[in-house]
């Protein structure tokens, strides 16, 4: 899954705690509607991680950068 890889390398260049690492994965792999946004957005890692932790706190103030939740 193009999706995962992309995150994974984000996630690499951000943190070296696996558990964190493991949620997030998991997180993208349950949440097969922001996949393409993740692929259209392959350069842009730290948007990427940002968006992916604040869908996670599902805060309802929350605005994305770059991710579309479709």
């Known amino acids: 899954m193009k999706a995962v890889t992309i995150v994974l390398n ?3 260049k951000v943190t070296e705690n ?3 690492m ?3 994965i998991l997180f993208v792999l349950d ?3 922001i996949h ?3 692929i259209d957005n ?3 890692f730290t948007d990427i991680i940002h968006d992916i932790r604040g ?3 599902d805060d309802e103030h929350f ?3 770059v991710l579309i939740n479709k």
């Open 22 to 24: 493991y949620d997030v």
């Open 55 to 57: 869908l996670m706190m």
């Open 31 to 33: 949440n097969k509607n």
């Open 10 to 12: 984000a996630l690499k």
């Open 63 to 65: 605005v994305p950068r």
């Open 18 to 20: 696996k558990n964190a």
């Open 36 to 38: 393409q946004s993740i």
């Open 42 to 44: 392959e350069g842009n």
